[in-house]
T-cell receptor, first 116, second 113 residues
Framework: AQSVTQLGSHVSVSEGALVLLRCNYSSSVPPYLFWYVQYPNQGLQLLLK??????LVKGINGFEAEFKKSETSFHLTKPSAHMSDAAEYFC??????????????FGSGTQLTVLP | EAGVAQSPRYKIIEKRQSVAFWCNPISGHATLYWYQQILGQGPKLLIQ????????DSQLPKDRFSAERLKGVDSTLKIQPAKLEDSAVYLCASSSSDQAAQYFGPGTRLTVT
């Protein structure tokens, strides 16, 4: 069975500071891993995904994440926070289900606050 | 390319009433998912369709929830009768059978009073 743990339900950073959102996963097979962002009253938007290619994945809005198998981690980073980054971030893991369609298991989310 | 469409965006009903949500996935996406997102939690999968067939509905409370995707395109999720604990955002997502990523609609926020 697959699971995701996001460490820290709330993270605050100053504008211009490094953003680090932590995600650890558990999976019985090589996983696919995702980060989604959710702005208030909106659906989830895909930031980036890891699908067994390069371990350092670059996404939209300057975010990137590194897959570390030995640590079962997939932490999300951004060198310099912007006010517009304030949102909730979800890490998700998927394993193959029927055919090639995959089911996602989400973490409980991390609310990012960016301070001026 | 148009994204996943959902309606209504907001719905308020009283307990024991019924409600239905509609989803139109991205054109050509064979797989469609319904998720329930309770405030402060990550989305939880309710049901997954592949074309017009159900792949997984193990977490769907079948005594009150039902879903269909009759023509393999748009889908409807129904709750009858609603309970207070059904208050949540209901998200629809779709994916191509050739891709791993799911793309989400804006969701329907349901409040049961």
């Amino acid at each position: 069975a697959q699971s995701v743990t996001q460490l820290g339900s709330h993270v605050s950073v100053s504008e211009g500071a490094l953003v680090l959102l932590r995600c650890n996963y558990s999976s019985s097979v090589p996983p696919y891993l995702f980060w989604y962002v959710q702005y208030p009253n909106q659906g989830l938007q895909l930031l980036l995904k890891y699908t067994s290619a390069a371990t350092l994945v670059k996404g939209i809005n300057g975010f990137e994440a590194e897959f570390k198998k030995s640590e079962t981690s997939f932490h999300l980073t951004k060198p310099s926070a912007h006010m517009s980054d304030a949102a909730e971030y979800f890490c998700a893991v998927s394993e193959a289900s029927s055919g090639s369609a995959r089911q996602l298991t989400f973490g409980s989310g991390t609310q990012l606050t960016v301070l001026p | 390319e148009a994204g996943v469409a959902q309606s209504p965006r907001y719905k308020i009903i009283e307990k024991r009433q019924s409600v239905a949500f509609w989803c139109n996935p991205i054109s050509g996406h064979a797989t469609l998912y319904w998720y329930q997102q309770i405030l402060g939690q990550g989305p939880k999968l309710l049901i997954q369709f592949q074309n017009n067939g159900v792949v997984d509905d193990s977490q769907l409370p079948k005594d009150r929830f039902s879903a269909e995707r009759l023509k393999g395109v748009d889908s409807t999720l129904k709750i009858q009768p609603a309970k207070l604990e059904d208050s949540a955002v209901y998200l629809c997502a779709s994916s191509s059978s050739d891709q791993a990523a799911q793309y989400f609609g804006p969701g329907t926020r349901l409040t049961v009073t």
